[in-house]
């Protein structure tokens, strides 16, 4: 994985997480890392109060998040729940299986 894709990983996790602590009265979350043949998954669930969708109209928060991951090729989502919020993270990674190593300064 290369620096941007992990600084854009590293950020946007960072974000949600802040998200729940600041805004969701969640009372649990859970954080779900998967790695498929050519990609990686990022699954954050909370019990909370829900609400959360992306702005069209910029802003840091999910907007930021949505176009951090766009830049290095990713997606964002705010797939529908009934309670809380589950935000899902997806990045392409290079060749059959990407080393989980990460180059950077």
């Known amino acids: 994985m ?5 600084k ?9 997480v802040s998200n729940i602590i600041r805004h969701a009265q969640a009372r649990h ?3 779900r890392i998967s790695d498929a043949e050519q990609s990686l998954s990022i699954e954050i669930t909370d019990d909370g ?7 069209k109209t910029g802003g840091m ?5 949505s176009r951090r991951m766009a830049a290095v090729g990713g997606t964002f989502s705010l797939p529908p729940r009934d309670r ?3 935000a899902v993270l997806c990045l ?9 190593r990460v180059e950077g300064p």
């Open 2 to 6: 290369d620096f941007a894709s992990y």
């Open 8 to 16: 854009a990983l590293r950020s946007s996790v960072r974000e949600l």
């Open 29 to 31: 979350a859970t954080v």
């Open 49 to 55: 109060r829900g609400g959360a969708q992306l702005s």
């Open 61 to 65: 928060g999910l907007g930021g998040i």
């Open 84 to 86: 809380g919020t589950h």
């Open 92 to 100: 392409p990674l290079a060749g059959p299986r990407a080393s989980p």
